[in-house]
């Protein structure tokens, strides 16, 4: 079998690489080292209830990049689903984020929106809303103390002076209707893609390798692995937050009336409860049914062998994330990219992003 150009990791990074490069007439090998595409954007389908259930928590597509849903949506079609995000604080529950909705009812006040910018200058309210809103989340997200937690983090928090309770602030957004599975299956279904399952590739001795099969070594790889893990962990590991999840099926047709629920207190020890039944709102069977699926959220510290979920930045991991990322310029032919190969978070719309531009001078028609 020819052999253009290596992918490694099929999540949406990797995927969007892979069709590209088929699109340009190359035979793309990618492999992946779990069972099945999707990287942590990959669903199951509960079998009890038919829900879709997104195995590595929430997952809405958003995005105002016009070349990236164009992208897409080639490969789904999206049910148009908005996303809004409520906070139980103290067994109330508030609409997410800090705005009229949230403020109004958190201080017992009725604000215009020209009142807010005035109300929220007294540096008490600011504090209040911080403390029941995210000190206790982000040290659970985090794992500090909640004392620990600087209200600095506030000031990344835009607070909107309007009722608007939409989540994301993107032109576009929501759930493939098919599922994200099938949006994967599409992206792949290309005669210039040759997907391998269950196989780990590797660097060793300077050669790539998938599982104990060497590669041709004179094609460009495009690498979506954990970067520190390409070359052994050499410098050292670098840090990561991890995530487990609590799945639960309940006799109920509707447990709490929307996707995401966050718990802001530190002494909840989960962050979220996902109902993964509102993503789909247009699927009035599995709506109307007497039964749901939840899922509940708790971060953890991260040690070798979990899922790696969220960068820990600091200075010292992005110091070595950059080593790894010199010693990676010194392949020629290999470009490290996604979430785990350049050591950052990313949305999958901005994954997209980056796998189009790593691929932009890769000539060829579709
Ligand atoms: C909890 C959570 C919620 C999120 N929610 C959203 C959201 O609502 N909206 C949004 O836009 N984004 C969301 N994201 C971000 C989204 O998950 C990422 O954008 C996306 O997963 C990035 O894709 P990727 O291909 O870079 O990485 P991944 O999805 O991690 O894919 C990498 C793939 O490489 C494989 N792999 C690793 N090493 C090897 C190897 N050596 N050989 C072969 N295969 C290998 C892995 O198995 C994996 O399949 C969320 C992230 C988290 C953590």
């Given at each position: 079998m020819t052999i253009d150009a290596i992918v490694a990791g099929a999540g949406i990074w990797g995927c969007t690489v892979a069709r590209r490069l088929a699109e340009t007439g190359r035979q793309v090998l990618l492999l992946e080292r779990?069972?099945?595409?999707?990287?942590?954007?990959r669903c199951e389908t509960d079998p009890q209830t038919g829900i879709e259930v997104h195995s590595f928590g929430s997952h809405i597509f958003h995005t105002h990049i016009p070349e990236v849903w164009d992208f897409a949506r080639r490969f789904a079609d999206f049910n148009g689903y908005q996303h809004k995000v409520l906070a139980n604080y103290k067994g109330k529950t508030y609409f997410l984020p800090l705005g009229l909705a949230l403020i109004n009812k958190f201080f017992g006040v009725e604000l215009s929106p020209g009142e807010v910018a005035g109300f929220m200058a007294d540096e008490a309210r600011s504090r209040a809303l911080f403390d029941a809103f995210f000190r206790g989340y982000t040290s659970k997200q985090w794992g500090k103390a909640p004392e620990d937690i600087d209200p600095s983090v506030i000031k990344r928090v835009p607070v909107r002076e309007n009722w608007d309770t939409n989540y994301f602030n993107d032109t576009n957004q929501g759930i493939p209707l098919a599922g994200y599975n099938s949006m994967f299956d599409r992206m792949l279904d290309h005669s210039g893609i040759t997907l391998r399952c269950n196989v780990e590739a590797r660097l060793e001795n300077g050669k790539f390798k998938a599982g104990g099969d060497e590669l041709p070594q004179s094609v460009p790889v495009y690498w979506s692995g954990p970067i520190d893990a390409l070359f052994g962990w050499k410098f050292g590991r670098l840090p990561w937050r991890t995530l487990r999840f609590e799945k639960e099926i309940l006799p109920v047709r509707d447990f709490q009336g929307t996707a995401v629920v966050n718990y802001t207190e530190a002494e909840v020890p989960y962050t979220r409860i996902h109902e993964f039944k509102h993503y789909h709102p247009e699927d009035k069977k599995t709506m109307e049914a007497p039964a749901t699926v939840v899922m509940r959220e708790y971060p953890a510290e991260w040690k070798p062998g979990d899922e790696q979920y969220y960068p820990v930045e600091n200075a010292e991991s992005r110091a070595l994330a950059e080593a790894y990322k010199v010693e990676a310029a010194k392949y020629e032919g290999l470009t490290a990219g996604g979430r785990l190969g350049e050591y950052k978070y990313y949305d999958m719309d901005k994954s997209i992003e980056a796998a189009l531009k790593a691929t932009a001078n890769a000539k060829g028609g579709v």
């Amino acid at each position: 079998m020819t052999i253009d150009a290596i992918v490694a990791g099929a999540g949406i990074w990797g995927c969007t690489v892979a069709r590209r490069l088929a699109e340009t007439g190359r035979q793309v090998l990618l492999l992946e080292r779990r069972a099945a595409p999707g990287g942590n954007v990959r669903c199951e389908t509960d079998p009890q209830t038919g829900i879709e259930v997104h195995s590595f928590g929430s997952h809405i597509f958003h995005t105002h990049i016009p070349e990236v849903w164009d992208f897409a949506r080639r490969f789904a079609d999206f049910n148009g689903y908005q996303h809004k995000v409520l906070a139980n604080y103290k067994g109330k529950t508030y609409f997410l984020p800090l705005g009229l909705a949230l403020i109004n009812k958190f201080f017992g006040v009725e604000l215009s929106p020209g009142e807010v910018a005035g109300f929220m200058a007294d540096e008490a309210r600011s504090r209040a809303l911080f403390d029941a809103f995210f000190r206790g989340y982000t040290s659970k997200q985090w794992g500090k103390a909640p004392e620990d937690i600087d209200p600095s983090v506030i000031k990344r928090v835009p607070v909107r002076e309007n009722w608007d309770t939409n989540y994301f602030n993107d032109t576009n957004q929501g759930i493939p209707l098919a599922g994200y599975n099938s949006m994967f299956d599409r992206m792949l279904d290309h005669s210039g893609i040759t997907l391998r399952c269950n196989v780990e590739a590797r660097l060793e001795n300077g050669k790539f390798k998938a599982g104990g099969d060497e590669l041709p070594q004179s094609v460009p790889v495009y690498w979506s692995g954990p970067i520190d893990a390409l070359f052994g962990w050499k410098f050292g590991r670098l840090p990561w937050r991890t995530l487990r999840f609590e799945k639960e099926i309940l006799p109920v047709r509707d447990f709490q009336g929307t996707a995401v629920v966050n718990y802001t207190e530190a002494e909840v020890p989960y962050t979220r409860i996902h109902e993964f039944k509102h993503y789909h709102p247009e699927d009035k069977k599995t709506m109307e049914a007497p039964a749901t699926v939840v899922m509940r959220e708790y971060p953890a510290e991260w040690k070798p062998g979990d899922e790696q979920y969220y960068p820990v930045e600091n200075a010292e991991s992005r110091a070595l994330a950059e080593a790894y990322k010199v010693e990676a310029a010194k392949y020629e032919g290999l470009t490290a990219g996604g979430r785990l190969g350049e050591y950052k978070y990313y949305d999958m719309d901005k994954s997209i992003e980056a796998a189009l531009k790593a691929t932009a001078n890769a000539k060829g028609g579709v």
